[in-house]
């Protein structure tokens, strides 16, 4: 016992001794600190409420303010300086210490018990455990009712798009079959744990195999997932085989880069451009810069619309090309149950149609406030995660009109024809 | 370590105490690395097929290949010389078979002899295929430039080892294309150093001026002739590679490096079987199965040439 | 053979060690540091997710890289953030996963439950190991380089990963990542090499394929798929390399990044990348699943008490998941503008490898019923694979389904059901084989009731981390976001990340327990007996294996290796080498004083064949 013992009370004392004089010695210049003055008119600035509601800009990622930051700077005030990574450090090892004290305790009480003569009776752990997979069963379970109950609003809104409404039916079912099958089997799971624990003068069977079980438990799930498949491949030839081939669609280009997107309308011709990389940011007669690389000798790209807001049209069919200007990124339109990875080099499309205008969408859902958002859903570099375009659906002849009434990207018509790739 | 295992017969197969796949477990290491190796190759070709397959214009082997040293350094004798290739590197496979089969009648002499036949069969694969990769480059295929230079801002340049306009030049030499072909008032023409094409409009090697410095293009690129001078394009558009014949060079040089650092390994293997048949040792073992797995590897090697070569130069 | 007697080094008996029990525990001592480190890192970002901005300047000693100085706070970056959950992905998938769990357990149990002296060729075995070794050190060197390390996620699509100016860890990181990974990938065919071999010709008289317990048959067949699946990684690795480092274009095409058009490096495509990656991605999944499956087998059977449910259909089950996992990897690609149709093909082959997984679970349930269940810390972790198994695969049905997966795609749906099925479900496997093979490598138990703490813990804290990633992922809050503040769709959820990041921090906390149990196990650990769990699988025959496993013979195989509670045996198990006349004698195989193993084997050899080279 004193092998275990003693070295550990020695240590606990050392630690504790050591913890003492370091606190002491770092901790008392915190009073001092001429932070502290600094931090005092910091928190006169953020009683101001203002600073609350101001929107962030994107790209000030790496240097937000956040609230927790902020939290910091009141702590600072206080004698302890949390900001100080020795606090954390020193906290752990009082944490290890207090384990080791337990952990001694519970040792010496056990051996005194020994010596002293009474038999602390081990508790049945196989009774314990048992008990406690049952016990995990019932709330495991409540614990998933709870949280559907608590999570259910955040969940998406009915979907806004033709296809989404196909989608989210066959996610219903499948969740209706897979959560049958998921208490179903956990519930035996846990059972049979709690059921079969080894108990005085229990046996279990000899009972290696049964073949006609496992026909049954192969062919019933194989069913069941014919019927999911064959389901499920009609929607999703429908949603991309059948919907890319719609006679009649209107197209806007997504075009994704390091870290946004630009949306390109065809304008008034109802086609879209040809687009050289090489040309990406060059400068467009008429001064602006040519951001989505539009190669102005096609005809066609004279009268494209680009801009910073995507603007849907709603009841028809809108199909949506993508691209990517440097890396992967992926269009993702959660209320649209719509994703595409944009590549570079290779257009996709994914072909839709918008159910609602963002007015009617609003009061189906009751949020006053809500706007349809469009994400990157591949991972492309730091701010992959702020590239956030808001999404307008609109009626369509709302659609039309703005579409007419909109300035081009380039304006210079008389030059339209110049080769820019003579740029020397 | 070996370990001593008493291996019976009759019975089932995949019983215990059995040689499962009736073979020593030297040779099931051997085959299962070689079903691994195709693998790797498979990925590549399935990478060649990928982008042939997917464009709608691909350079013709019969017109890339068309050389053959000696005799026609010109071109002139379409596929002949990897034709020759082929048929040295089989041939060079058969030698392996009579060295294995020499090492089953436990003949010494022979296995040495087949065996160097073989290494000269390598060997030789591999100038041929040396010679092919000059002669390409030559003509001014490669597989690229580096990318990573790429990136060299004027900033960066001027901070660091360059400055100013010499940034740029020093960018420019690493862009560098060999051209093909150029537009010229309209006109298209081939540049094409000592070849000579039927029925193609052909500009002499020097009908651009050589420069000392690198002259830059609209995109930044300078270019070069087949004797490695800078060129002048004055206003002449110049024609890079197609997107297809880059990409043609540079699956050509991965896929063939692949299988030549293959072929020169197999090659390094076999001297030193060479070497410790010529010693005695197979025969102090009593077995010659060494020459076995490695005869394996090496039929591996000339399989591959065999698809590679399907690939690239028949399909 | 060198004979008992030659002499050994400490080098060469502790260091580069051929015999396969040595390595076995090299493995898993290098799984277990790396799957600490992997967890270290998950902790670290799921601080920053949960409390947005979190001040980590008590970090700033060893990881300053990764923090930028707001002014007022040291707070995580954002690409480093990104780098964080890559070598998190990689470190864990890879080298705690693949080599931790298969390395260990198939090189401790192969020669050992087939009756070999030693693995086929100790030699490349110990290469082996020292390859994946030099690999962990090359990707942990990788962590603390000035740029980062490679940061384009662990599935490292181009061009993302090729481009050093989208991301500052695809630069110097990234390339270490990739040798580390070619290393790793040598290392892993050369192991693979030797289990197949092995199990091939090096089973014991008797041992037909038919008696191999459920351990080796998934060793096996995870062996065969990395020989053909990793050298497909291995290529899309030089591709990459070529890509980045000599100007090629493989995977590249019309990119214009910081302020240059890559002409050079054009007509490439990033999505041949992501089918070479996924032919091994997909198996390598697998590759992880199966060992664990195969130990949760063994585990259960002998816990229990009872034979495996089903054996054959157990057998076949592994060989469909192996075969079909070959041709389903255009899952991870629906939404990458593949070709519908094949999309529509990869979905049904998905669906079908379902099946196999289910016929598996149900014959765990089968075999836990009306056993005599005993709850050794083993056990546990068994019973909690198969619950993981079932939530996590249930997922997999969703995500199978072109359609639904075309919302679910890179969202934290498909997150929480990776995480169930490899890094919880897998990770328990790992631990159930620990506690019970402990007395087999290290002769004593592990401590029994911080094994429950251990269990219990990380049971939960798994469930309460990942279950409710479902949630967010079926809201459409996508993956690899370093703060969920600028979508609407996402901001409903900080709180839930709170949460979520406790959970994270105590069952990260819970691992301590496993390893402070793991070292002291090993000197204050009860003493094992040769056969503490009284299972019949061959590694029980014998006390303390030493050089060369058993002191004389190799025991011979009569029975299959599921003979528990049998009628008309006295005892609840009957060892796989004990013959039916040793049982009439009524041979006392329970008392380790009695061990019958030491017989001569009588019968005659009719040709002898020297495995040597």
């Known amino acids: 016992m004193s092998k275990i013992v003693a070295p550990r009370i020695l240590s606990m004392v050392l630690g504790l001794f050591f913890t003492i004089a370091i606190a002491q010695n770092s901790f008392a210049q915190t009073h001092e600190s001429p932070d502290n003055a600094a931090a005092v008119e910091h928190v006169d600035e953020t009683q101001n409420p203002q600073w609350k509601n101001a929107p962030l800009p994107q790209d000030l990622a790496n240097k937000r303010l956040s609230q927790f930051a902020l939290d910091k700077q009141l702590d600072a005030n206080k004698s302890i300086d949390t900001n100080n990574s020795l606090f954390y450090w020193l906290i752990s090892l009082i944490v290890i210490m207090l384990l080791i004290v337990l952990g001694t305790a519970m040792k010496l009480l056990n051996g005194l018990s020994k010596i002293s003569g009474a038999t602390t009776k081990e508790p049945n752990y196989d009774k314990l455990n048992g008990n406690m997979f049952l016990a995990f069963l019932f709330v495991f379970m409540g614990a998933i009712l709870y949280e559907i109950m608590i999570h259910k609003q955040y969940l998406l809104p009915e979907s806004a798009s033709k296809h989404g409404q196909s989608i989210d039916m066959i996610l219903w079912i499948t969740f209706a079959l897979t959560g049958f099958v998921f208490v179903v089997t956990q519930a035996l799971l846990f059972i049979f744990a709690f059921k079969y624990r080894q108990k005085e003068g229990q046996t279990a069977i000899y009972y290696p195999k049964n073949d006609k079980l496992e026909i049954l438990w192969t062919t019933i799930p194989a069913v069941v997932l014919t019927l999911l498949v064959l389901f499920g491949f009609r929607i999703w030839v429908n949603t991309t085989i059948t919907n890319a081939n719609a006679e009649e669609y209107y197209e806007i280009e997504l075009y994704a880069y390091q870290f946004g997107w630009k949306f390109r309308y065809p304008g008034p011709d109802g086609k879209l451009g040809r687009t050289d990389y090489r040309l990406t940011n060059t400068e467009l007669p008429g001064g602006t810069v040519n951001a989505i690389a539009l190669d102005i000798t096609d005809p066609a790209s004279a009268d494209d619309i680009v801009k910073d807001e995507l603007i849907l049209p709603k009841g028809v069919m809108v199909k949506l090309r993508m691209r990517s200007r440097d890396v992967l990124h992926a269009a993702h339109l959660p209320h649209f149950r719509a994703q595409m990875y944009c590549v570079p080099g290779t257009p996709t499309q994914f072909n839709l149609e918008p159910l609602y205008t963002t007015e009617e969408f609003r009061s189906r859902i009751n949020k006053p406030d809500f706007n349809f958002e469009l994400a990157c859903n591949q991972i492309c570099g730091a701010s992959h995660y702020a590239m956030k375009r808001e999404i307008k659906v609109v009626e369509l002849k709302d659609y039309t009109a703005w579409m007419s009434s909109e300035k081009p990207l380039f304006t210079s018509a008389e030059n339209s024809n110049t080769n820019q790739l003579t740029l020397k | 370590m070996s370990t001593e295992i008493t291996i019976e017969n009759g019975g089932n197969v995949w019983d215990g105490r059995r040689l499962a796949l009736g073979a020593t477990y030297g040779k099931v290491m051997m085959w299962f690395f070689l079903l691994s190796d195709a693998f790797t190759f498979s990925a590549f070709l399935t990478a060649y097929g990928f982008f042939r397959f997917s464009s709608t214009t691909w350079p013709s082997p019969e017109v890339v290949f068309q050389s053959f040293p000696i005799f026609a350094p010109h071109g002139g004798w379409p596929l002949v010389f990897v034709g020759l290739m082929t048929f040295i590197l089989i041939a060079s496979s058969l030698t392996m078979v009579l060295a294995v089969e020499a090492g089953h009648r436990k003949d010494n002499k022979s296995v040495v002899r087949y065996l160097v036949f073989t290494i000269i069969g390598g060997a030789t694969f591999l100038s041929c295929q040396a010679y092919e990769w000059s002669h390409l480059l030559h003509q001014g295929l490669w597989i690229g430039i580096s990318n990573n230079d790429f990136q060299v801002t004027e900033e960066m340049a001027d901070g660091e080892h360059h400055g100013g306009e010499d940034a740029k030049e020093w960018i420019a030499t690493r862009r560098i294309f060999y051209p093909v072909k150029t537009v010229i008032d309209g006109e298209e023409w081939n540049i094409g150093g000592e070849e000579k094409h039927e029925g193609t409009r052909m500009l002499g090697p020097d009908y651009f001026p050589k420069s000392d410095k690198p002259v830059l293009d609209y995109n930044g690129v300078a270019y070069m002739n087949g004797h490695g001078d800078y060129i002048n394009p004055g206003d002449a558009e110049m024609v890079l590679p197609s997107g297809e014949t880059m990409m043609f060079g540079k699956l050509f040089f991965f896929i063939t490096g692949f299988h030549g650092f293959h072929v020169f390994s197999g090659v390094v293997i076999l001297v030193i079987l060479l070497t410790m048949v010529v010693k005695g040792m197979m025969a102090k073992r009593g077995h010659y199965e060494m020459v076995e797995k490695v005869g394996l590897y090496w039929h591996f090697v000339d399989l591959v040439w065999v698809f590679v070569f399907t690939l690239f130069y028949l399909i | ?613």
Request: glycine share 10%; with cysteine.
């Open chain 3, 1 to 613: 053979m060198s004979a008992h007697g030659h002499s050994e080094s400490f080098i060469s008996k502790y260091i580069f060690s051929q015999d396969h029990k040595t390595i076995a525990k090299q493995y898993l001592i290098t799984g277990i540091f790396m799957g600490f480190v992997g967890g270290f890192l998950s902790t670290f970002f799921r601080l920053q997710l949960g409390w947005d901005g979190i001040d980590l300047g008590f970090l700033k000693g060893v990881f300053g890289n990764y923090l930028t100085d707001t002014g007022d706070a040291y707070t995580l970056a954002p690409d480093k953030y990104l780098a964080l959950v890559t070598m998190h992905g990689t470190i864990i998938v890879f080298f705690v996963l693949t080599a931790g769990l298969s390395g260990t357990f198939s090189n401790l149990l192969i020669p050992l439950q087939i009756g070999a002296r030693d693995m086929a060729s100790p030699f490349l075995n110990m290469l082996s190991y020292w390859f994946f070794f030099v690999s962990s050190v090359i990707m942990i060197c990788s962590l603390f380089i000035e740029t980062g390390p490679a940061s384009a996620g662990w599935t490292v699509y181009p061009p993302l990963s090729a481009l050093p100016k989208a991301i500052p860890g695809s630069g110097l990181g990234m390339t270490l990542w990739l040798v580390a990974m070619a290393l790793f990938i040598a290392s892993s065919l050369m192991g693979a090499l030797n289990y197949i071999s092995t199990i091939l010709n090096m089973r014991t008289k008797g041992l037909s394929f038919k008696k191999l317990p459920l351990t080796i048959w998934s060793f096996f067949l995870t062996a065969i798929l990395g020989t053909l699946s990793f050298p497909v990684l291995l290529s899309a690795a030089l591709l990459l390399i070529f890509d980045r480092s000599f100007g090629t274009s493989f995977y590249l095409s019309d990119i214009y990044i910081d302020g240059a058009a890559l002409t050079a490096q054009t007509g490439g495509s990033p999505i041949l990348f992501q089918h070479l990656f996924w032919f091994l991605g997909h198996p390598e999944v697998y590759i992880i699943l199966m060992p664990a499956l195969g130990i949760t087998s063994e585990v259960i059977a002998t816990n229990a008490r009872k034979p495996i449910f089903g054996y054959h259909a157990m057998v076949i089950s592994l060989l469909g998941i192996s075969v079909l996992s070959f041709i389903v990897w255009g899952h991870h690609m629906f939404v990458t503008g593949m070709n519908p149709f094949l999309g529509g093909v990869f979905m049904i082959v998905t669906l079908i490898i379902a099946i196999p997984s289910a016929v598996k679970t149900f014959n765990y349930l089968a075999t836990l019923w009306r056993g005599n269940i005993h709850f050794t810390n083993g056990m546990l972790f068994a019973i909690g694979l198969v619950s993981l198994f079932i939530s996590g695969g249930l997922t997999g049905i969703f995500l199978g389904n072109a359609a639904i997966d075309i919302p679910l795609h890179n969202t934290y749906f498909v997150v929480a059901h990776f995480h169930i099925v490899m890094g919880a479900s897998a990770i328990f496997g790992m631990f159930a084989g620990v506690y019970h093979w402990y007395p087999k490598m290290f002769g004593r138990i592990m401590n029994k009731k911080l094994g429950y703490i251990h269990f219990w813990l990380t049971f939960i804290s798994v469930y309460c981390v990942f279950f409710p990633q479902h949630f967010q992922g079926l809201a459409g809050v996508p993956r690899r976001y370093y703060a969920f503040t600028e979508f609407e769709f996402a901001e409903v959820f900080i709180d839930l990340n709170k949460f979520m990041s406790i959970a994270a921090i105590i069952g990260f906390g819970a691992q301590f327990v496993f390893l402070y149990n793991f070292v002291t196990s090993m000197f204050n650990g009860k003493k094992a007996g040769r056969n503490p769990w009284k299972a019949n699988t061959l590694e029980w025959s014998v006390e303390n294996p030493g050089h060369g496993n058993w002191p004389a013979a190799i025991p011979e195989v009569f029975r299959g290796p599921h003979e528990y509670s049998k009628p008309g045996v006295a005892l609840d198990y009957l060892p796989q080498w004990i013959s039916d006349e040793d049982l009439e004698r009524g041979v006392d195989y329970d008392n380790e004083a009695h061990d019958p193993v030491k017989k001569e084997i009588t019968v005659k050899p009719t040709e002898t064949i020297k495995e040597g080279e």
